[in-house]
């Protein structure tokens, strides 16, 4: 067959796929560009930002982040790095979820409780995150289980706005939906016949805002040691 019938049949098959993009907070750079790859670990072979300055100013409460996303479903981890040259992004922020949809997704205020509760457990406020450089990682795994990741480098900033609701909404089509305990329903043959047979669906970001369960109190001792 013709080259172009060969990639029309790879795009079919979703052998070409468009991966992730974070738009907010600016990503490290474009992880589609030559010599890098969303699939290496742990920011897709993108540098540190090494200028402070083109860092993204984030609340203290937790941010806005939002993606330009291209799988029908991928099952997303949102993850916290706090210091320069982080190489454990081990605080959870969110729950961990699966994305349904492609276009844009957007989480207005993500990790607030994660945060709180991490600092709260080590006798800390969000006051105390205010000024700390950290880098956020972001995990997609699609349909193939091969991980996708990208990274974006912040400074906690208590008086940073969240994206105004106008920048921060899903494309038709697009949400989270929580992931539930396989047993406790009827498994579909596709993630949408499982999300319709009784997962969470989330009208908004809101619903996978939760804490991220004993990893929140890695906050409060990472905060503590810088
Ligand atoms: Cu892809």
């Known amino acids: 067959m013709g080259f172009k019938s060969f990639v029309t049949l790879l795009t079919l098959l979703g052998l070409v796929s468009a991966h992730f993009q974070i738009e907010y907070p600016y990503w490290r750079g474009d992880s589609f560009a030559a010599g890098r790859s969303q699939w290496t670990f742990p920011c897709a072979g993108v540098n540190e930002t090494t200028d402070i300055k083109n860092r993204t100013q984030w609340p203290t409460t937790g941010g806005s982040i939002r993606l330009h996303v291209s799988h029908p479903w991928a099952l997303t981890y949102v993850n916290l790095g706090i210091g320069t040259n982080v190489s454990s992004f081990n605080i959870s922020l969110v729950t961990q979820f699966n994305q349904t949809g492609n276009g844009t997704f957007c989480l207005k205020e ?34 193939t289980g091969a991980s996708l990741f990208n990274c974006a480098d912040i400074t906690f900033n208590a008086t ?41 669906k989330s009208s908004g970001a809101a619903a996978v805002l939760k804490p ?15």
């Open 110 to 143: 993500t990790g607030k409780a994660a945060l709180a509760a991490g600092l709260a457990k080590s006798g800390l406020d969000a006051k105390s995150l205010d000024g700390k450089q950290a880098s956020l990682q972001i995990i997609q795994i699609a349909s």
């Open 212 to 226: 991220a369960g004993l990893l929140a109190a890695v906050v409060g001792v990472a905060v503590g040691m810088m």
């Open 160 to 200: 940073a706005a969240l994206l105004p609701d106008n920048e921060c909404s899903n494309s038709t089509g697009v949400s989270g939906v929580g992931i539930v305990n396989a047993g406790s329903q009827t498994i579909g043959g596709s993630p949408n016949a499982t999300t319709s047979a009784g997962a969470t």
